[in-house]
T-cell receptor, first 112, second 112 residues
Framework: DSGVTQTPKHLITATGQRVTLRCSPR?????VYWYQQSLDQGLQFLIQ???????AKGNILERFSAQQFPDLHSELNLSSLELGDSALYFC???????????FGPGTRLTVL | DQQVKQNSPSLSVQEGRISILNCDYT??????FLWYKKYPAEGPTFLIS?????DKNEDGRFTVFLNKSAKHLSLHIVPSQPGDSAVYFC???????????FGTGTKLQVIP
C-alpha cells in the first residue's frame, strides 16, 4: 500500500459526458502528479501540482483540467469524453524534494 | 517524440538466471533515472534510481547501470525470481520540477 488513494476504482460513462477523478496523496506529500495509461501504452504524464500550484504540464488535452486543494487532495476533471479517453488514470505523490513518486492504484475509465 | 525508449516489449528468463532490462533516452538534460515495477491492477512501485553523477547503483538483487555517453541504462536482476514477473518501466527526469518521462515498459516473465 503506497498510501496514495484514488477514487473511484472503476468508472463507466458515455461519450460527451464529464467525470471527476479524485486523488489523496500520502500524508505529508506536497506534490501530486496525474498520468494516463492507455492500452499497450506507457505512462503519459499529464500534469503536476505542488502545494496547490500547477508546476509542470505534459500532454494534457484542453478538455482535461486538474486542481489541488488546500488539503492537498487533487481532482482531475475530464470533459466531452471520447472513446479514446478510455484508459487507466494514475495519481502519484512525492514529498516534493525527491524524485521518487508513490503511485495510487489507478482509476479505470471506460467511455462507451 | 519518445524521449525514453524501452525497445523490448517482453522478456522471458529462467528462475535463478539474470534478467537484463534495457532503456535508451534521447534527452541529454535528463539527470535522474528511475525504474518502476508494475503488477496488473496495481499502480507502479518504485524500485531503484540512479543519478547522472553515478554509473552504478545497487540494491539487493537489483542493480542499475548508467552509460551517459550512450544514453543507455539497464536494470539487472539477479537471481531472478517468479515474483519478479511484472512490467518494468524506465523513467527519467531533469531539473527541479520533477517532471518524469516514462518508457513504454518491458514485461518480464520469470519461468520457474
Amino acid at each position: 500500500d503506497s498510501g496514495v488513494t484514488q477514487t473511484p476504482k472503476h468508472l463507466i460513462t458515455a461519450t460527451g459526458q464529464r467525470v471527476t477523478l479524485r486523488c489523496s496523496p500520502r500524508s505529508g506529500d506536497l506534490s501530486v502528479y496525474w498520468y494516463q495509461q492507455s492500452l499497450d501504452q506507457g505512462l503519459q504524464f499529464l500534469i503536476q501540482y505542488y502545494n496547490g500550484e500547477e508546476r509542470a504540464k505534459g500532454n494534457i488535452l484542453e478538455r482535461f483540467s486538474a486542481q489541488q486543494f488546500p488539503d492537498l487532495h487533487s481532482e482531475l476533471n475530464l470533459s466531452s469524453l471520447e472513446l479514446g479517453d478510455s484508459a487507466l488514470y494514475f495519481c502519484a505523490s512525492s514529498p516534493g524534494s525527491h524524485n521518487e513518486q508513490f503511485f495510487g492504484p489507478g482509476t479505470r475509465l471506460t467511455v462507451l | 517524440d519518445q524521449q525514453v525508449k524501452q525497445n523490448s516489449p517482453s522478456l522471458s528468463v529462467q528462475e535463478g538466471r539474470i534478467s537484463i532490462l534495457n532503456c535508451d533516452y534521447t534527452n541529454s538534460m535528463f539527470d535522474y533515472f528511475l525504474w518502476y515495477k508494475k503488477y496488473p491492477a496495481e499502480g507502479p512501485t518504485f524500485l531503484i534510481s540512479i543519478s547522472s553523477i553515478k554509473d552504478k547503483n545497487e540494491d539487493g538483487r537489483f542493480t542499475v547501470f548508467l552509460n551517459k555517453s550512450a544514453k543507455h541504462l539497464s536494470l539487472h536482476i539477479v537471481p531472478s525470481q517468479p515474483g519478479d514477473s511484472a512490467v518494468y518501466f524506465c523513467a527519467a527526469s531533469s531539473g527541479g520540477y520533477q517532471k518524469v518521462t516514462f518508457g513504454t515498459g518491458t514485461k518480464l516473465q520469470v519461468i520457474p
